[in-house]
């Protein structure tokens, strides 16, 4: 069983995202969605200078315009399949939040302790979305580092850490390859 509330150790040792194609209604109302991204905040934040920015999709109609406009600027040969392939994620799962990158200016803090704070919110409000009974998944791919999406969506200096899909799934979540322990840890010295 995936995603397994019994405890807290059960659940991080049986976490697993979903496939935003497969995830249908219902997803958090705002009250829980709120409470989602409250969660997620409680992260390791090196000076308390919150690198990070939530922005809730509510109109997926002009987000897959937005997309289909930025994927056609920057493919102008594509064909309509590629468009459509590209802008199916503007529809997929009831809820779909940006977890944005706001690099704040510190003499202390360097960019990079930011940017592990960021990826610590996206691990949270995963986590925070399981917690209250759904399903999420952390998704980049081209819109994430396309420049048209970013200045319809990112303000200043801010980058798009990725897309959050939350949802119920639809179908059973299959287990993934998982890199062997002995592998990847290791002693020193």
Not at 7 to 20: F, I
Not at 24 to 42: C, E, F, N, Q, W
Not at 88 to 108: E, N, R
Not at 130 to 139: D, E, K, L, N, P
């Amino acid at each position: 069983m995936f995603n397994d509330l019994s405890t807290v150790t059960t659940y991080l040792e049986t976490r697993r995202s979903g496939k935003p194609r497969d995830m249908v209604a219902p997803g958090p109302d705002s009250a829980k969605l709120d409470l989602i991204l409250r969660t997620a905040m409680r992260t390791p934040d090196h000076g308390k200078l919150f690198p990070w920015r939530f922005v809730e999709i509510t109109d997926r109609s002009a987000f897959a315009a937005l997309l289909k406009t930025a994927f056609c600027a920057a493919n102008p040969d594509a064909r309509p399949a590629q468009i459509e392939a590209a802008i199916a994620s503007a529809h997929m799962a009831p809820t779909l939040i940006m977890l944005i990158f706001a690099p704040q200016q510190s003499l202390k803090i360097p960019l990079c302790e930011q940017e592990m704070s960021v990826g610590a919110v996206g691990m949270n409000l995963l986590h925070a979305a399981h917690a209250y009974g759904f399903v999420g998944s952390w998704i980049t791919g081209w819109a994430s580092y396309d420049p048209m999406v970013r200045a319809a969506i990112c303000q200043g200096e801010e980058r798009i850490a990725g897309m959050f899909f939350i949802g119920t799934p639809a179908l059973d979540l299959e287990e993934r390859p998982r890199p062997v322990p002995s592998d990847i840890i290791r002693q020193w010295p």
